[in-house]
């Protein structure tokens, strides 16, 4: 379900989110997480230290044809993954789990999704009641109730509605609605000129005719069917608001009665859509985007009844295409690989592994944890993650340019905020909701559609701050602004990212650093803005903030100067939050690392110091080969900056790390005039 806290969240998590891996995983063990053979030691470290760090694991790790990234982080995924692979299979051929048991539910989704005979042979028809009340509109005035409709099933289309704590009062859970509805990942590629944007365009066309051709629509029809989806998208992408615009919580923070809404978008019926998603109690709302639904609202009255069915026919498929027969999982990688430049489909397993880990994904972690991760893991996880708040705490104490009332507000805030490692305290339940051997997409259907429903249902009740917004098993981490909680699973605490048997060098350096990252969210210029207690609050004292926000502008102007394959920017406005909670994040580790009582008997390995390899796993962290198409892809829409930066830039804004290494200016890993903020 699309959300705003997940939107944001996307924004403030360790790695962007939805990675899969390919079906080869590098061996991870080390008896101390030195991994020399990453090296390349043909690179100085003072030149590029990502390559330095990684070009070994470069050389010996091409990205496989089914990917279009592969490194470190995905083949840790992938070592998730094949664990879990075998739980779910085990539990598909037990005919004896209890109806309506998780293990019956994890292993007959499995078993749904595998059976491609049945999925092949079923074709579209798991979908043909959704089309045929789509064909039943007959008037205009019925497209919200439609829309309503759609919301509960998982499609976003031309909008989605959902929950959010809201910005003012954290206390409370409102209803909210954002802009969505776009086939492309994102509006630039709808409007940016280019060849490559045009090619991209061109293509999707193409994609969606051959879509309609596939539902049985003559290709004459199809192609005037695609122009038409092409055309309104490109209507609501210029009514959308650009993902640099949407970092600003202020700018998505418009709440409004509903009677105020229906005055600005009369043609949406408010009231109707409220009903629709099963609340029609509901009688104001967060309008995170209103000129979307102005956008919204003119097309109701200038786009034809026809096209508007054209559009939600496509939408609807285009959700669930993964998940039906091959030809139209074939036509939905068509395109996915002009986005991503990915060879081929990955294997059928891991497809509905991720679906499953979707639908039913906390029930797999409970197995997960009590399988793989045992508390001696949570407790030295634990104490590191104490331990980088302590280094925090101490930063903030000392911060020259900081005020002492900013300091002692940024000081409560650190102490209020709630530090969640490997798994929540009370595991989802999912006895409501319904899984069984028959149709995959009907499965994913109704699992959609308890989770949408579990969502909506928090509206008006008070904050849930057990729930978690990432499953157990998650390679990935993430901090909350409004619940004010920093959030590590139990996926991401494995080799060769971490391993509490190795030296402290290589857990500070790669997991310590990641902790830092997710700390230092509270405190970029997003989590900046939200108080101890999750609201929208200006803390700070004028000067403070007037010296806070000229780093936070080094820092983007520093992020525009890089490019991508074929001479594409970063947009430095679009990564200012990770790349902040990069640096500030591994400093942290370091000095949290510096403070550890066992520093002083650090040893030097390999002829490298601690501090080194420190520095060095770090940049390990990062070790990643990326296809040109999906690179540029990325810097379009993802707000993480590419790895290659996320090594380099950072590490050329600290001197600890120069000193490490005897880098001596001038160098490309000295940055003469560097980026300072925490």
Request: charged share 20%.
């Amino acid at each position: 379900m699309l959300s705003i806290r997940r939107a944001l969240l996307a924004a403030l998590c360790l790695y962007p989110l939805g990675i899969l891996a390919a079906d080869q995983a590098p061996d991870f063990s080390s008896p101390d997480g030195q991994y020399p053979d990453w090296l390349d030691r043909n690179v100085k470290p003072g030149v590029d230290f990502f390559h330095f760090s990684n070009g070994g694991w470069l050389k010996a790790n091409p990205i496989p044809p089914d990917r279009s990234e592969w490194g470190a982080y995905v083949a840790v995924d992938l070592q998730n993954q094949r664990f879990i692979h075998g739980m779910v299979e085990k539990a598909s051929h037990d005919t004896t789990a209890a109806p309506g048991s998780a293990e019956q539910k994890v292993g007959d989704f499995y078993a749904s999704g595998m059976d491609e005979k049945a999925v092949n042979s079923a074709g579209i028809k798991p979908l043909q009641p959704e089309l045929e009340r789509i064909a039943k509109i007959s008037a205009i005035e019925q497209l919200p109730d439609e829309f309503a409709h759609l919301q509960m099933i998982g499609v976003s289309a031309p909008f989605g509605l959902m929950q959010m704590q809201d910005y003012k009062d954290s206390s409370k859970v409102i209803a909210a609605a954002m802009q969505a509805g776009l086939g492309l990942p994102d509006r630039d590629f709808y409007l940016q000129s280019g060849e490559r944007s045009a090619k991209i365009r061109a293509e999707y066309i193409k994609h969606v005719a051959r879509t309609f051709t596939l539902l049985g629509d003559s290709p004459a029809l199809a192609q005037t069917e695609a122009k038409a989806v092409m055309a309104l998208e490109t209507s609501l992408a210029k009514g959308s608001m650009t993902d640099v615009a949407m970092r600003d919580p202020q700018a998505i923070y418009h709440p409004m009665d509903i009677a105020n809404i229906n005055a600005q978008t009369p043609r949406l019926h408010w009231q109707n859509l409220m009903a629709g998603i099963g609340h029609p109690e509901i009688q104001g709302l967060n309008i995170a985007t209103p000129d979307f639904f102005k956008t919204v609202n003119e097309q109701l009255a200038h786009t034809s009844l026809n096209d508007w069915k054209t559009y939600l026919r496509w939408q609807l498929v285009q959700t669930y295409a993964p998940y039906l027969s091959q030809s139209f999982v074939d036509e939905n990688f068509r395109m996915a690989s002009v986005l991503t430049g990915q060879k081929q489909q990955k294997p059928r397993w891991q497809r509905v592994l991720r679906a499953e880990d979707s639908a039913l994904g906390f029930a797999i972690g409970k197995i997960y944890v009590e399988q793989k991760f045992p508390p001696s893991y949570k407790q030295a996880a634990t104490q590191m993650v104490d331990q980088i708040r302590d280094a925090m705490r101490q930063d903030l104490k000392t911060l020259a340019w900081m005020t002492p009332a900013t300091r002692e507000a940024a000081i409560k805030k650190l102490d209020m905020m709630e530090l969640r490692v490997g798994y929540p305290d009370q595991w989802r339940d999912y006895s409501s909701l319904q899984i069984d051997r028959g149709p995959y997409a009907l499965n994913v259907m109704r699992a959609t559609t308890f989770e949408v429903q579990r969502q909506l249902a928090k509206i008006g009740k008070p904050v849930d701050r057990s729930d978690w917004d990432m499953t157990p098993q998650t390679v990935n981490a993430y901090y909350d602004p409004s619940m004010n909680n920093l959030n590590i699973p139990a996926g991401i605490l494995q080799p060769p990212l971490y391993d509490p048997s190795w030296p402290d060098s290589v857990n500070y350096g790669n997991t310590g650093a990641t902790i830092g990252h997710e700390m230092t969210h509270g405190f970029d210029d997003q989590g900046a803005q939200f108080d101890g207690h999750g609201n929208l609050s200006n803390w700070w004292a004028a000067s403070d903030l007037k010296k806070f926000q000229g780093g936070v502008a080094c820092i983007a102007n520093q992020y525009s100067q890089y490019t991508v394959d074929g001479g594409v920017h970063v947009q430095g406005k679009l990564v200012t939050g990770e790349a902040i909670a990069d640096q500030g994040g591994l400093l942290l580790a370091l000095r949290a690392f510096h403070a550890q009582p066992a520093f002083a008997q650090a040893k030097t390995i390999d002829g490298y110091t601690p501090d080194q390899q420190f520095f060095i796993a770090y940049g390990h962290s990062w070790a990643m080969a990326t296809r040109p198409e999906t690179a540029k892809t990325r810097v379009t829409t993802d707000p993480h900056p590419p790895e290659l930066y996320r090594t380099n830039g950072v590490l050329a804004n600290l001197p600890e790390f120069q000193q490490a290494f005897g880098v001596a200016p001038p160098s490309p890993m000295i940055k003469p005039d560097r980026c300072v903020i925490w």
